[in-house]
């Protein structure tokens, strides 16, 4: 079939003329008059009546037009897939990710990308709450998380281990001294949290006291670091902050898993697909910090 053809017939349909056609596809009447004329020969059939107020749709050409119309929407999306894919890395890509991994992780990384390639503008969201791909609330997503839900071009790295952490001088002054099941130490909580409950009715220290009520997990890191007590944290904290030290006789979660999520239409975009691989590459360096012993 003359696919150049239906260009034509679509303009015509839609006009209800080959003069007003031809303006919308910038050809001329006598070319779109031979497109239409050559598909209807290729059809075997007549696809349009002349009449009074111009050239109307025959019942063939009205079962047509849904193919038509259907055929140039396939068309355009390939062409919006690969718009741009040879172009020079440029442009602007959304990124995600929680404030602690950014912070402690992702800065130099990026700094890196950014004097890699020049044109290229990452607008950057800080949430401990989940973005969206699937309601573009972004383009790519770091995340820590039990399973995927979402509709999303995914990587998954490695484990994401989360200990219990505290400074080396907590842990030294308080746990010679707790008494059974932590009896004598401290939680930071984070209120009511029926997920932390679990975890720490998980460890050694069943019985110990929950203080405070701190949403922010940086400043459970930083509280911490200062001595105020135990919590949980991603096993990396220690290799950025060596004055914190897992709690002995605790174990490692590693039900979680990092992933680098990447929306499903941008996976033929140059400028995200270099960032993908950029932080994939750049987190898997530290794969051992992340997944711990």
């Known amino acids: 079939m003359d696919w150049k053809s239906l260009p034509a017939f679509l303009?015509?349909?839609?006009?209800?003329?080959l003069r007003a056609g031809a303006e919308q596809i910038e050809g001329t009447h006598?070319?779109?008059?031979?497109q239409i004329e050559g598909l209807e020969a290729q059809l075997g059939t007549t696809l349009f009546r002349r009449n009074a107020g111009g050239l109307t749709?025959?019942?063939?050409?009205?079962?047509?037009?849904?193919?038509?119309?259907a055929a140039e929407a396939a068309l355009l999306e390939g062409f919006n897939a690969v718009k741009g894919l040879d172009r020079e890395a440029s442009?602007?890509?959304?990124l995600s990710a929680d404030p602690m991994t950014?912070?402690?992780?992702?800065?130099?990384?990026?700094?890196?990308f950014a004097a890699l390639y020049p044109e290229i503008e990452i607008e950057l969201k800080?949430?401990?709450?989940?973005?969206?791909?699937?309601?573009?609330?972004?383009?790519?997503?770091?995340?820590?998380?039990?399973?995927?839900?979402e509709d999303a071009v995914g990587r998954k790295l490695f484990p994401l281990s989360l200990g219990v952490f505290a400074s080396r001088n907590y842990?030294?002054?308080?746990?010679?001294?707790?008494?059974?099941?932590?009896?004598?130490?401290?939680?930071?909580?984070?209120?009511?949290?029926?997920?932390?409950?679990?975890?720490?009715a998980a460890t050694p220290f069943a019985d110990a006291r929950?203080?405070?009520?701190?949403?922010?997990?940086q400043m459970h890191l930083h509280l911490a670091r200062a001595g105020a007590g135990m919590t949980f944290l991603a096993n990396w904290a220690s290799t950025v902050f060596p004055e914190l030290q897992r709690v002995p006789g605790t174990q490692l979660d590693q039900r979680r898993s990092t992933w680098v999520l990447l929306h499903g239409g941008l996976r033929r975009v140059r400028r995200a697909r270099l960032l993908v691989d950029y932080l994939s590459a750049a987190l898997l360096e530290r794969r051992a910090e992340f997944i711990g012993q």
């Open 126 to 149: 800080l949430s401990y709450f989940l973005d969206s791909i699937e309601k573009d609330e972004t383009d790519i997503s770091i995340r820590h998380v039990l399973s995927v839900e």
């Open 171 to 200: 842990i030294d002054t308080k746990l010679v001294n707790a008494g059974s099941k932590g009896k004598g130490l401290t939680w930071i909580g984070y209120g009511e949290v029926p997920e932390l409950q679990k975890m720490i």
């Open 30 to 34: 006598a070319t779109v008059r031979r």
């Open 11 to 17: 303009a015509v349909a839609r006009s209800g003329s």
């Open 210 to 217: 929950i203080r405070h009520f701190v949403e922010d997990p």
């Open 102 to 112: 950014a912070h402690y992780l992702l800065a130099p990384v990026l700094a890196d």
């Open 91 to 94: 442009g602007r890509i959304r």
């Open 57 to 69: 749709l025959t019942a063939a050409g009205r079962r047509l037009l849904p193919q038509a119309i």
